[in-house]
C-alpha cells in the first residue's frame, strides 16, 4: 500500500491520496476481501469459494448448502466453511447473506485479530458503522437479524457483546462491496475490503473500483497528482445533482459536497429541451414532455417485471415518438428510453432497431458521462454487439473499439470483459476488411453464418444505474 496515505480529508473525515502520480488505467492498490458470501438468491448457481457461475455444481455434503465448482474449489473453500458448515447444520438451515457474512467476518478475527494483513490500513473497529444515524424501522430489521445471528452463532465460538455484533452489521450495511461473477457482468455476492472502505465519494471521482480474479483493484481514471485525494463515486452520475445527494443522504449518510452537486453541473442537459435550427421547445413543453415520460417510466417497469416485452417496446416506442422532437438527445428519461428499447429489441432479435437505440444511448452518454467511465464503456460495448449484429459493420467495430478503449483504463487488459472484447475487437477487424473488399461476399456469408447459429445477445445489467447498485452493496 506504498501508494496510498491515509489522511484527514477536509469535511469527510478519513480519506486515502497518492503518494505518487499516476496515470489513466493505472492500479493504485488490489485488495482481497476480509470475506465474502453468495447471495441468497444465487446459492445454487454460484460457486462459494471462486464465485464462478457454472450449469453443475457439487453440494456440499455436509451442510447441503455450500456448492463448489469441483474439490479443488471445496477445498480452497474449506477453511472459511468449515465452521459455517457445522453451525448451519445445527441452526437446520442456512440464514440470509448478511448473517453468513457477519459470521464469517467474526470467526476470521476471532482467528487473526483485527488485522489481517500487512496491507491492511484500517481495523475493522475503526470502520464506520452509522447506528447512530438509522431510522428507527432500519434499527427494527437490524434487530431481528441480530437476534437471529444470536440463535445461528454456535455455542463453542467466541462469545461477543450485542454492541460489537451491531457494529460489524452496521459496517457490512455502510461498506459492504458486491462481488461479481466471472465475467464481471452481475452481482453474485458480497464482500468487506477494508482499504476501500477509506476510499471517499465524487460524483466525478478520479478512480473506478472493479472486482479482478477475487480481488478489488482501484484503477486511476486519468492524471492524478501526488498528494490529491483519491475518489469513486457511490452513485450514478446520471441522477440530477439533487437525487444524488437524496441518495447518498439516504444510502450512506453524508451531504455530497462536490463541485458537480454545488454547481448542478450538466443538470440542465439531464433536463434539456431539443433545439431545432435554433428554435427550443417551450418550458411548458419540455415539463409536459418530461412528465410524460416519467409516468411511463413506471408502466415501463411493470411491463418489464411482468416480462411483457412486446408491451414493453410499445410502451418505449410510443413515449420516444411522442417526446423526441422536445426533449434533447441527453433527457436522462429519454435516454432511459433508449437503452430499455435497445436492449429489448435485442433480445427480441430485431437487431437493426437495438441498434438504432443503442447508437442514441451512446451519443448521449458521451455528452453526460467522464471519457473513461466504466458505463459509458457497457454500453458502447452494448451498442457495438447490437450494431454487429445488425450487419452493420463498419459502425460495430468503431463502437467495440470505442468501449475496449475505455475497458482497458477502468477493467484493465486481464480482465474476462477485456478479452471478450479484445476478441471481438480481433473479430469485427477482420470482417470489417472482408466488407470493405466485397460487401456481397461479406453479407452472403454473414447471413449463411446466422442460420447456422443466430447470435444471442450478451448479458448485462439492466440499466447503469442497475450497475451501479452491484458495486456498492446495500441490504434491502
Known amino acids: 500500500m506504498e501508494n496510498v496515505a ?18 489513466a488505467g493505472d492500479v493504485i492498490f488490489t485488495e482481497p476481501s476480509v470475506s465474502a458470501v453468495v447471495f441468497d438468491g444465487h446459492s445454487e448457481r454460484i460457486c462459494h469459494s471462486c464465485f464462478r457461475r457454472q450449469d453443475k455444481l457439487q453440494r456440499c455434503g ?18 472459511e466453511h468449515k465452521q459455517e458448515c457445522s ?56 434487530k431481528v437479524d441480530i437476534h437471529n445471528f444470536l440463535d445461528y452463532w454456535p455455542r463453542n465460538s ?27 457482468l452481475q452481482a453474485v455476492g458480497v464482500g468487506l475490503f477494508p482499504n476501500l472502505c477509506l476510499v471517499n465519494h465524487d460524483c466525478w471521482p478520479n478512480c473506478t473500483v472493479i472486482l479482478n480474479h477475487g480481488k478489488i483493484e482501484l484503477r486511476s481514471l486519468g492524471k492524478i497528482e501526488a498528494g490529491e485525494e483519491l475518489t469513486v463515486s457511490y452513485v450514478d452520475y446520471l441522477n440530477l445533482s439533487e437525487e444524488r445527494q437524496r441518495l447518498l443522504k439516504t444510502q450512506y449518510f453524508f451531504d455530497c459536497t462536490c463541485e458537480h452537486c454545488k454547481g448542478r453541473i450538466k443538470d440542465d442537459l439531464k433536463m434539456a429541451g431539443r433545439e431545432v435550427d435554433g428554435v427550443k421547445p417551450s418550458e411548458d413543453q419540455v415539463k409536459e414532455a418530461t412528465d410524460f415520460c416519467f409516468e411511463m417510466l413506471e408502466k415501463m417497469e411493470n411491463a418489464r417485471i411482468s416480462g411483457n416485452y412486446h408491451e414493453l417496446v410499445k410502451i418505449c416506442q ?111 477487424e477482420m470482417e470489417l476488411r472482408m466488407f470493405k473488399q466485397n460487401e456481397y461476399v461479406y453479407h452472403s456469408m454473414r447471413e449463411a453464418a446466422l442460420k447456422n447459429k443466430p447470435m444471442t445477445m450478451m448479458h448485462e445489467p439492466k440499466s447503469v444505474e442497475e450497475g451501479i447498485k452491484n458495486l456498492f452493496h446495500r441490504r434491502k
Open 62 to 79: 455436509q451442510c447441503k448448502f455450500a456448492h463448489y465448482c469441483d474439490r479443488t474449489c471445496q477445498r480452497a473453500g474449506w477453511a
Open 318 to 428: 410510443n413515449t420516444v415518438d411522442k417526446t423526441e422532437p422536445i426533449l434533447a438527445d441527453t433527457h436522462i428519461y429519454l435516454l432511459r428510453m433508449y437503452s430499455t428499447l435497445s436492449e429489448v429489441q435485442a433480445y427480441l432479435q430485431h437487431f437493426e432497431d437495438a441498434a438504432e437505440y443503442a447508437r442514441k444511448m451512446v451519443d448521449g452518454y458521451m455528452k453526460l458521462y467522464h471519457p473513461n467511465n466504466a458505463a459509458l464503456g457497457m454500453a458502447a460495448m452494448r451498442a457495438g454487439v447490437t450494431h454487429w449484429q445488425a450487419g452493420l459493420i463498419e459502425v460495430g467495430h468503431g463502437m467495440i473499439c470505442k468501449a475496449y478503449a475505455i475497458l482497458m483504463v477502468t477493467h484493465g487488459a486481464t480482465h474476462p470483459i477485456t478479452k471478450d472484447l479484445e476478441a471481438m475487437r480481433i473479430q469485427t
Open 158 to 184: 467466541k462469545q461477543h457483546t450485542v454492541e460489537y455484533i451491531f457494529h460489524i452489521f452496521g459496517v457490512i450495511n455502510c461498506n459492504g462491496f458486491s462481488v461479481s461473477d466471472q465475467r464481471g
Open 6 to 23: 491515509v489522511f484527514d480529508s477536509p469535511g469527510k473525515g478519513r480519506g486515502l491520496k497518492a503518494s505518487k502520480e499516476f496515470w
Open 87 to 142: 453451525a448451519i447444520k445445527a441452526y437446520g438451515k442456512a440464514p440470509n447473506e448478511n448473517i453468513r457474512l457477519v459470521a464469517r467476518i467474526m470467526w476470521r478475527i476471532d482467528k487473526e485479530g483485527s488485522v489481517m494483513s500487512d496491507m491492511q490500513l484500517v481495523t475493522l473497529d475503526e470502520l464506520e458503522d452509522h447506528l447512530n444515524d438509522m431510522t428507527e424501522d432500519e434499527l427494527k430489521e437490524f
